[in-house]
């Protein structure tokens, strides 16, 4: 997504949705399960603009059980039935042309692909009867505007990327996009999946999307007040700086060795901070691995099951860290929108809060001062510099954020700010989430970019009817001014709403700020000013684009062709472990990848090293439960949610339960292609076709059929375990990711 | 007792009229036979409205998903006491799934990790947090010696806060690694 | 006493829910039941069906003509003014007749904890607690919260993902029924 139009985040909100949505295309999402409160926003849309529902999945969901149109997908084809409803747009002119001549780029080779996809070639790989993909490609050319909502299930797989950019082709084809009621409403997972995700809890960027490029670095080494060459210093070599770290999806190569790795080192000490160990794809590698490691410290509220999993018999610590209540400091919503959580009471028992644990270690490896001088930090005459000597988590290190993170415009996220957000939460409207009173003019939570101190935040990203500094912009220029001769500018037509500059513009630098905004700089402004709106701390940059109502990343088109990736346009690739034998050898998977994450993938060699099919005839579909979340952890040491569901199962149709003389609530084994297998029961279940299965992944402490409950420690075991179904779920990792493919697999069925 | 005989109640109660019947509810639970009660006293205003007299009402935001619900929790002497619903919250307007609406349980979960703990031996113990951080510390640094800071791997996570996250990454940045990943990748 | 006598009631529109047990467990946790007792309880029929699944939430719906109120032998069942079905639990001798004269299988009789000191039946109070002194720490205990007496909507409805259940005076949540009944352009 971000590789289309700059930005990877939900562009629209859930009150827009209610407003102004006409229809709703959720593919790879169960709302009514993982987000009920979202949900109730589709409904509402439903109830109010008479907004009609089509959830695409391949279980029939509880979601599905609200759509006006339910269409069963097989798991692993959602490029294709895209590019089956695209087929039938272009051929019909049912395409936004002005939209796409204005403000897309490459859109030709994305009309060559969808020209193969008829509706019957479409329905022979998706499974979708011809008739329901004509039928919704008509509903989503004929209302607008249309909402595409979607979640894990379209990101999670071998061809994750891919998903993640032919939904928003779809959207750019119909000109859905920085319109009300439009968008791409991609919704998240846990509280702070999008501010931790903006962070960059990631080994492959620094907060804000930064790269791991020295220019990075050195803004960041900037920003905290620590001096470039030291931070140079504390990595094996400069090189390992610049290098992605091992991923959350294979980190456990680097400590097994088994295949060959690209790191300094093997991974010998494994720190866990509030990860789900068992919501990790390949249970039975991770579990060797956690046997393997020199040292395994788990900070959590409740036990990791990384504690429990492992059968090591010492170097395991467990540290208490204090909930989310007894902690401060804001969350980013899957809108953008960022909420200050307030400390409830104090830390419990003797458990302390995350940043403390950092910080009490920080001051053990001698890193403590360079840690916390950030906080210190303020910006004084247009330069950053110490500014006061001492500290106040949560406020200090907000403002920290604000300080250094430009790319994604968290300027004007401020803890002062983000406070009165939140006290003041009743003077927001739910549907446009405009202020009234005394916080008229800005929206809740401000929606990032917030580009700086004075900015209301963004509700609607690419927004090109609305000015800057009301929320308003266009798509981001982030690649390039121009590929194969062709401008990615946006076209004279289009003018952000208010702006000094007519149609496109390129992102701000230092270099280009006089030309485009047609200004003058001062001696000292130019002497103070940073190299480009990313780096600059003396907020020139922004100040010149705030007067000239101009977003600092340009105002480019979006692009439909990746030119790096190995596919420049997503292509429909087979599942690794694909139920159509047939269709492999036509749409095969990538060559084998060297070196992504500091491990080697497997992709073809695995998908071709036999006839899966014919030995895992079933597919294998993973899904939430609405009591549990993620791994479960929290859960599932609540006795009223986990009585809801007490123990592991499967939903199994009748007639294939009966294949294996399975009874309504009999055990049963499945096992998966990498030769492991969990023991459940088996739920008779009309959401699944005879053709597959469908199980929750927010179990654990059961493996292979092996009760681990004798593990925990003294009174830590949560009211309901189980396997995990990750200990089955296939192998397989997105080219570009990582991500595991959790969602298209294969397993093999057998009576317990 | 049955069916007695309260005040005129002729109004419609929507929402809105709840308060009206609030008084009467009261009235009626403090004037009732209390034959079996040799305490009885009237209620007091503030207890009438407010079972918990004194509590404040903290705003704050569900941990679970990301919808960003709002929670009102009631806090008594320090003990969040009861969980309420936060009708005026423009995100959620009081609604709750079942997880968000047992965050207190959460808190209050007799699971909870209630100090350091280590395996030795294959029995956990129960240690100080100063015995955790010194002996956690030497040996990662023991670690980082013999093989680098690449021998180390942070796992993070999509419950911290947003400072938090920030400072996650800049915790494996300056013990030396981009080893950190967290569940956005998943 | 005025015949424009209000009557509080529930109703779960079940095109909204989605059986998320909000309300469920709003209510065993604001009231701190036991598990295993589910004054409220969330029913899908024909799950996973195409085109046939429904999801319900029900509770005791606090008849006018309460069947329970009808057939208990000690008479511990006593109807506010305003409709809201209650019981004394140190009146009630736990024999179970509510339960086989409920259409809604609303009554629930604990087997252990609190509730069951005396094996009374335990129900929806509709969040009005009980005839002990209004939010008492006894009446709590047996009865759980009285939100009613705070001025609150009582919380399953209060909670409710998607506003599916309903709570107020009947001609109130009709009305509020309608509109979305309307609006869908089916029905009425």
Redesign the interface.
Known sequence: MANTWGYGAMTNH??DVVENSKAIFMIGANSAV?????M?HFLQAKDRNNAKLIVIDPVYTKSAAKADHYLRIRTGTDVAFIYGLLHIIFKNGWEDEKFIESRVYGMEDIKAEAKKWTPEVTADVTGIPAEQIIQVATILAKTKPTTVVWA?GIT?HSTGTSNTRILPILQLVLGNMGKKGGGCNI??????????????????S??GYYG?SDGSWKH?AQG?G?DYEW?KK???AKK??N???????K?WQ?VLQEEKTY??????????????IT???QQVEIQKALNKL??L?IA????NEA?VLSD??????????A?????????????R??????????P????????DV?F???K??G?YD??TR?MKMGIKDGEIKQVKNDFN??ED??D??ARIVKTIGLGGWTAKRLKAH??N??M???LT?KGRGAMKGEY??LPWPSWDDKHPGSPILYDVDTPVNEGGMGFRNRFGLEHDGVSQLAEDSVTVKGSSIKGGYPEITSANIEKVLGIKLTDDEKQKIGKNWKTDYSGIIQEKCRIAGVAPYGNAKARVKVWTFPDPVPIHREPIHSPRTDLVKKHPTYGDQTNNFRVDVRFSSEQNAQDWAKDFPTMLVTMRV?????AGM??R?????SH?TPEMFANIHPDLALNYGIRDGEDMWLHSPQGTKIKVKAHYNFSVTPDRISLPYNFAGVMQGVDLSHKY??????YATGESSNTITNYGFDII????E?NAGLCRIEKA | ???????????????R???K??T???S???T?A?A??DS??A?TQE?????FPGSKR?????????????IV?E?HN???V??????????????????????????K??????????????K?LRIS?DQ??????E???K?RKE?????????????????????????A?????????????? | ??S???R?KFYCDDDRCIE???C???CS??HELPVGISRRKVITLNDGIEGKEISTSIACMHCTDAPC?QVCPV?C??????GIVLH?K?VCIGCGYCLYACPFGAPQFPRDGAFGTKGAMDKCTMC??G??????V???ELYG??R??????P?CA??????ALLV??A??VSKVYRKRVVSRGKGA
């Not at chain 2, 207890?47 to 079972?51: G, R």
């Open positions: 859930f009150g993982a987000n009920p409160i979202g109730k894990l999670q919704i998240r997972g846990h509280d702070n999946v999008q501010g931790s995700t903006d962070m960059c809890c990631l080994a492959d620094l907060p791991l960041f905290w620590v931070l504390r990595f094996y390992w700086m290098e992605k770290g091992f991923s959350l999806a980190w680097g790191s300094s080192s093997p991974i010998r000490a494994l720190w866990v901070q509030g990860t789900g919501s990790m794809s020199d040292l410290v959590e509220p409740f036990v504690a090591r018999e010492d170097n395991i610590y467990i540290l208490p860290v909930t989310q209540f007894e902690n401060e400091g804001s969350v980013t919503a899957t809108n929108t960022s909420q200050w959580r307030t400390k409830v009471v104090d419990l028992y003797e458990s302390k809060t995350d940043h950092m009490e270690f920080a053990k490896f890193f360079e840690f950030g988590f949560a290190a907000s920290e954020i939140q006290e939460w009743h927001f409207d739910p989430l809740y939570g609405v009591n549990l979340s993620g929290l859960e040491t609540s006795k009223y949610l809801i420690p003294e009174g830590t075991k949560p990711t990582q991500i595991p959790f | 007792m049955s069916k007695n005989s309260l005040a005129d109640l002729s109004l419609k109660m929507g929402r009229t709840f308060l019947l609030a009467i509810g009261a009626f639970g403090a009732s209390f079996s009660s009885v006293r209620a207890e009438i409205k407010n079972p903290v705003k704050t935001i569900c941990s679970i998903c990301s919808a960003g619900c709002g929790a806090v320090g003990v969040w009861r969980q309420d619903v936060a009708q005026d919250h423009p995100i959620s307007e009081g609604s709750h799934c079942c997880k968000g609406i047992d965050q207190i349980d959460l808190v979960s007799k699971q909870r990790i209630k100090h350091p703990m280590k395996k030795e031996n294959g956990w947090w955790a951080i010194k002996e956690i510390s040996k990662m640094l670690i093989n680098g800071p690449d021998a180390s791997m942070f796992l993070g996570s999509a419950k911290f806060s947003l400072q938090e996250a920030f400072y996650f990454r800049k915790f940045a300056l013990w030396g690694t981009n080893n950190i990943d967290h569940v956005a990748r998943i | 006493m005025s424009e006598m209000s509080m998320c047990y909000g469920s467990v709003a946790e604001a109120e008479d069942f006593y109807i506010r003014e305003d004394d140190e009005a607690g005839p002990l002194e209004t939010n008492s006894h009446e709590r919260q009285n009613i007496a705070e001025g609150k909507v919380l209060a909670v409710c993902a998607t506003n107020g005076d001609e109130e």
